[in-house]
């Protein structure tokens, strides 16, 4: 039974692996459109110094917002905005130190942020870990669960009245939260959050990023039974050549390799969909979408339950120690 529980997952993401290599195979990546300047925007990017996360700072950055990489490793993310300082040379691009593993970074990030008095236009939930041995956060979470998944909640939460005192009809406001395919295979029980019965990084993984999915609609459906002027989508970058595959076990990496080269996105153009949720005029207004290679695609059929929306965003308030309401 423990193997069966532990092999499953895994040809669960092996298989939506495949299914997402074949359609890049046989479609084109998708072309971002011109996108118009969004001078005086301000832009919030989680690990927005490496991979997509950076390409989708440089490329908001080139359209005039200001853009606030947010990060753990300081080197990193110093680096990165002198980078796209030297390719936007008058664009306003900085880095703010924010640990996801931990929700007193969280918090602190955000009581720095509005220590600022910056507006907040855009929020890109973009950083995240991928099938990592074994591990707990600060505060003692499975450490996909608790990064991917419970950092960005608490992380929206705190910023919603941000991003809703900048939301205008016309000009709303946009929370962005990059999923993966691997959702598809994403199993989600309330009673074992943590995968503490029987631990798969797969499997980890794949539920950290249906409950990215299950998040974003249900804040779509409460921000617009509250008329605010902010909407929420899910991005789905398809399958990138990043870093984030060197967890791979030995003879996945050795298969990966070669097939990368030919059948992977670049950063750049997996980006491209996360840029064009989070800038593009098509998508004024519009939310609670799940996007992919920058078309609205069917997500998983369980990611569409209510039922369990409303579980998960209740269990996830105790979680982080948010009032329900």
């Not at 039974?225 to 791979?248: F, I, S």
């Amino acid at each position: 039974m423990w193997l069966l529980s532990y092999i499953l997952p895994v040809v669960r993401l092996y298989l939506v692996g495949v299914k997402v290599l074949i359609y890049q195979l046989f479609n084109k990546p998708f072309t971002l459109p011109a996108l118009p300047r969004r001078k005086g925007r301000v832009a919030i990017v989680t690990g927005g110094a490496k991979g997509l996360g950076y390409e989708t700072s440089r490329h908001l950055a080139s359209l005039g917002m200001h853009v606030i990489i947010a990060g753990n490793e300081d080197e990193e993310g110093l680096a990165a905005v002198k980078k796209i300082h030297q390719e936007t040379i008058q664009e306003k691009v900085e880095f703010m130190y924010l640990d996801l593993a931990s929700l007193k970074s969280v918090r602190q990030f955000v009581r720095r942020f509005e220590s600022r008095g910056l507006p907040l236009h855009v929020l890109v939930n973009n950083a995240g870990v991928m099938l990592v041995p074994e591990q707990v956060t600060e505060d003692g979470f499975e450490l996909h669960f608790g990064l991917n998944y419970l950092g960005h909640f608490l992380l929206t939460n705190l910023l919603l009245d941000a991003l809703k005192n900048s939301g205008r009809s016309g000009s709303c406001s946009r929370v962005v939260t990059v999923s993966s395919a691997t959702h598809y295979g994403g199993c989600l029980s309330l009673n074992d959050l943590q995968g503490r019965s029987c631990y798969s990084p797969h499997g980890a993984y794949s539920q950290s990023k249906l409950a990215l999915v299950l998040l974003t609609y249900h804040l779509q459906e409460r921000l617009q039974g509250q008329g605010d002027a902010v909407t929420a989508n899910a991005v789905d970058p398809g399958m990138v050549d990043t870093a984030l595959y060197e967890h791979l076990c030995r003879p996945a990496q050795m298969a990966k390799r070669p097939v990368a080269k030919l059948l992977f996105r670049t950063p750049n153009e997996g980006a491209s969909t996360a840029i064009y949720a989070a800038a593009s005029p098509e998508l004024e207004g519009v939310g609670g979408l799940y996007l992919y290679n920058g078309r609205k695609t069917e997500s998983s059929a369980v990611s569409y339950d209510k039922r369990l929306q409303t579980q998960l965003w209740a269990k996830s308030c105790d979680l982080v120690g948010l009032q329900k309401a």
